[in-house]
């Protein structure tokens, strides 16, 4: 076929292979009326065009499907990296980030932000008494009252375990405040799950932001200022002041020296007699343990052991102090002669009575000095057990098999109920100081002890009473049935010089008349 009589259809044909090939899958060739042979060919390559177009359509969707998951993907992931699991709150990260944003807004002349620390009150006994998962609802009905009280604008966000924090972008101290006190008042209200009522009160620290600032200092001011308020009491608001970075600075030092002092045998210990009441005689000691800083002075017990507790050291803390107030026993025991029912009286944590090993070390201690079972008494304050946890009873059962003496410490301040006594393994109760203190002068306080020491002993149990500080007291106390107690006009707590000097002379104690 010569080029005049060339078949122009083969020419379409060629420059819409080429078009396809490019990717231009709309190429179409209108085929003639001829319906010969090249209309066959351009019949197939229309086919195929059609059928390539539809594969890459479906193709894009497929990609366009993919992306917008992918696309939704990372946004549920970014959101869990910013969310708090349990409650859906704004978590640290997420927290931080919303700060520098604010702060870096109120370089620019915006108003400074503020920030919001809480801390719940006692959170601990809601797991302990209710379960983990009554303490995961609590935290739930939270952070919901907490959103109740803030700005669509501020972000409500809880940082790991009971704290929380609220940030207000832009804020004055009064905004502040009001947002603050708001918080303490819906927290204050009872928190009703099912059948349980719970109590869920905060510690509150304030600090209003300095453009200058950065996110981490704004936090670390905070912090300090909500520690500042647990300190002082429970639903406290406290708004930071630069002193109070100075308090904590020194608190950070005075944990570290206190490891090192029970690391290295720093720590010293002093003994109160416990009286029979009825002869003056001395039938056992109360062991008290004292820091003796060398710049400090004598630092007192209930700075340096909630210290102790906060820091996590409170279980080589007891230890040390059982270790060393056994060891002088077995040496009294050996050199004094001292009565075969003398006890010594070692106070325990809450944080020790639920170590798996309490019993072994108890009783291997007991082993290694030599010292009976039976001399040695263990107190326990009532929040220590009311919660009757599953290790905690069966500590408490075991070193009652052990032949070691149980005993509730400062009886009347906590729980006070005798009914629950009864059904723990324990054999003596000891009654607060301050129910003593009015025992002269307030009327029906007589009775009213009175009717303490009988529940007592109806619930088969020895009561003795601490803070004695008088004859009167002690005569009072006699009359009604009590067998024994300590106090000052007994004998304050004492060295370990002058406790072995005052046994080794007297058994029986001279007291003023």
């Given amino acids: 076929m010569n080029a005049e009589n060339k078949d122009p259809r083969l020419g379409q044909l060629v420059d819409s292979i080429v078009r396809l090939s490019r990717g231009e899958l709309s190429s179409r060739i209108e085929p003639s009326e001829a319906r010969d042979e090249v209309d066959a060919v351009i019949t197939g390559f229309n086919l195929l065009a059609e059928e390539l177009e539809q594969v890459y359509d479906q193709f894009e969707k497929r990609v366009e499907s993919r992306t917008a998951m992918l696309r939704q993907a990372h946004r549920d992931m970014k959101k869990m990296a910013m969310s708090d699991a349990l409650t859906g709150l704004a978590n640290r990260v997420a927290l931080m980030e919303a700060l520098e944003t604010a702060l870096a807004e109120a370089a620019d002349g915006a108003p400074p932000p503020a920030l919001i620390l809480l801390d719940l009150d006692s959170f601990k006994n809601v ?97 300090t200022a909500m520690y500042a308020a647990k300190r002082e009491g429970r639903n406290i608001i406290k708004v930071f002041e630069p002193v109070m970075q100075y308090s904590r600075q020194l608190r950070s030092q005075m944990a570290a020296e206190l490891r090192a002092a029970i690391r290295r045998d720093e720590l010293v210990l002093h003994f109160q007699p416990l009286v029979e009441l009825a002869t003056s005689r001395i039938i056992g000691l109360e062991v008290l343990v004292r820091w003796q800083h060398p710049v400090r002075g004598l630092i007192p017990p209930d700075v340096f052991i909630p210290l102790a507790e906060e820091i996590g050291v409170i279980h080589d803390l007891d230890r040390w102090v059982m270790s060393t107030s056994l060891r002088h026993l077995a040496e009294w025991r050996r050199e004094l002669q001292l009565d075969d029912d003398f006890q010594l009286q070692v106070n325990l944590s809450a944080v020790e009575l639920k170590q798996l090993d309490l019993v072994d070390y108890v009783r291997g201690l007991l082993r290694e000095t030599g010292v009976p079972a039976s001399c040695l008494v263990i107190e326990i304050t009532e929040s220590a057990i009311v919660t009757r946890g599953e290790v905690e009873m069966y500590s408490l059962l075991s070193l009652q098999q052990l032949g070691v003496g149980i005993e509730i410490d400062d009886f009347g301040t906590g729980y006070s109920s005798i009914s629950y006594l009864r059904e723990l393994p324990v054999s003596m109760v000891k009654v607060d100081r301050s129910l003593l203190v009015d025992l002269d002068t307030k009327p029906g306080q007589f009775g009213f002890v009175s009717a303490v020491l009988q529940l007592i002993r109806a619930a088969g149990l020895e009561a003795v009473c601490e803070g004695i500080e008088t004859k009167e007291q002690a005569d009072q106390l006699r009359a009604m049935g009590c067998a024994s107690g300590q106090g000052y006009y007994f004998s304050r707590p004492l060295p370990i010089e002058e406790i072995k000097a005052l046994l080794a002379t007297h058994r029986f104690l001279s007291l003023p008349a």
């Fill in 127 to 223: 797991n302990d008494r209710f379960g983990h998962d009554a303490g995961d609802r609590v935290l739930q009905e939270v952070g919901v009252r907490l959103n109740g009280v803030v700005r669509a604008s501020d972000v409500v966000a809880r940082l790991g375990g009971d704290e929380f924090a609220i940030l207000l972008p832009a804020a004055t101290m009064e905004i502040c405040m009001r947002v603050a006190r708001r918080a303490l008042e819906v927290l204050g209200e009872i928190i009703e799950l099912e059948d349980l009522q719970v109590h869920s009160r905060a510690s509150i620290g304030v600090r209003l932001g300095d453009p200058q600032q950065s996110a981490d200092d704004l936090l670390l001011d905070a912090d």
